[in-house]
C-alpha cells in the first residue's frame, strides 16, 4: 500500500492541536505505520526542504521548523499522498477550504500546521530521512475488513 510522510509542525505543537488533527487521520481510516516525537536541526531542514533552501521565505521557514519539536508520521493507505495532502488544503492557511485542516486551524502561509509528502516519490525520501527500516511497523488493524473492500490497495 501507498505511504506518506506526514510532520505535525511546530504550531500544530505549541497550539495543542496535535491530538485534534491526528483524530482526523485516524477517523479517515488512515493506517498509523510510524509515529515520533523529534526537534528539526537546521540541518534536517535544509535537507527536508532542499527544494526551498534558495527561496525568500527559507530562512524564515527554517527558524519556524527548527523553533520547537515536532511529530513525523508515516501513514499508509490506498491513494495515501493524495488523500492526506487533499485532507491538508492549500499551503496557505488563508487560501485553504474551509473542511481542510489548514482551511479549519490556520490563518498563515508559514504557519500552516501539517506537511505531507507531494509524491510517493517525495514520501519515500522523507521516510528515510526520519524514520530507519526498522522504527516502521506495517500493520492492518483488525478492523481493517471494514475500511475496504477486497483488493481495494
Ligand atoms: P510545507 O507543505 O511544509 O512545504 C513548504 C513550506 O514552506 C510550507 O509548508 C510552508 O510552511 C512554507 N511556505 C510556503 N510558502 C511560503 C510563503 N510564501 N511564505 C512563507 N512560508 C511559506
Same mark, same amino acid.
Given at each position: 500500500? %501507498?505511504?506518506?510522510?506526514?510532520?505535525?509542525?511546530?504550531?500544530?505543537?505549541?497550539?495543542?492541536?496535535?491530538?485534534?488533527?491526528?483524530? &482526523?487521520?485516524?477517523?479517515?481510516?488512515? &493506517?498509523?505505520?510510524? $509515529?515520533? $516525537?523529534?526537534?528539526?536541526?537546521? #540541518?534536517? *531542514?535544509?535537507?527536508?526542504?532542499?527544494?526551498?533552501?534558495?527561496?525568500?521565505?527559507?530562512?524564515?521557514?527554517?527558524?519556524?521548523?527548527? #523553533?520547537?519539536?515536532?511529530?513525523?508520521?508515516?501513514? =499508509?493507505?490506498? %491513494?495515501?499522498?493524495?488523500?492526506? &495532502?487533499?485532507?491538508?488544503?492549500?499551503?496557505?492557511?488563508?487560501?485553504?477550504?474551509?473542511?481542510?485542516?489548514?482551511?479549519?486551524?490556520?490563518?498563515? &502561509?508559514?504557519?500552516?500546521?501539517?506537511?505531507?509528502?507531494?509524491?510517493?516519490? =517525495?514520501?519515500?525520501? %522523507?521516510? *528515510?530521512?526520519?524514520?530507519?527500516? *526498522?522504527?516502521?511497523?506495517?500493520?492492518?488493524?483488525?478492523?481493517?475488513?471494514?475500511?475496504?473492500?477486497?483488493?481495494?490497495?
Amino acid at each position: 500500500m %501507498e505511504r506518506t510522510f506526514v510532520m505535525f509542525k511546530p504550531d500544530c505543537m505549541e497550539r495543542g492541536l496535535f491530538g485534534r488533527i491526528f483524530t &482526523r487521520f485516524e477517523e479517515k481510516g488512515l &493506517r498509523l505505520a510510524a $509515529l515520533k $516525537l523529534l526537534r528539526i536541526t537546521p #540541518a534536517l *531542514a535544509k535537507q527536508h526542504y532542499a527544494e526551498h533552501v534558495q527561496k525568500p521565505f527559507y530562512p524564515g521557514l527554517e527558524q519556524f521548523i527548527t #523553533a520547537s519539536p515536532v511529530i513525523g508520521a508515516v501513514f =499508509s493507505g490506498p %491513494e495515501v499522498v493524495r488523500v492526506v &495532502r487533499e485532507m491538508l488544503g492549500a499551503t496557505s492557511g488563508l487560501k485553504a477550504a474551509p473542511g481542510t485542516i489548514r482551511g479549519d486551524y490556520s490563518s498563515s &502561509r508559514q504557519m500552516n500546521l501539517v506537511h505531507a509528502s507531494d509524491s510517493p516519490e =517525495s514520501a519515500e525520501r %522523507e521516510i *528515510a530521512l526520519y524514520f530507519q527500516a *526498522a522504527e516502521i511497523l506495517p500493520w492492518d488493524p483488525s478492523l481493517a475488513c471494514w475500511l475496504q473492500a477486497p483488493g481495494e490497495t
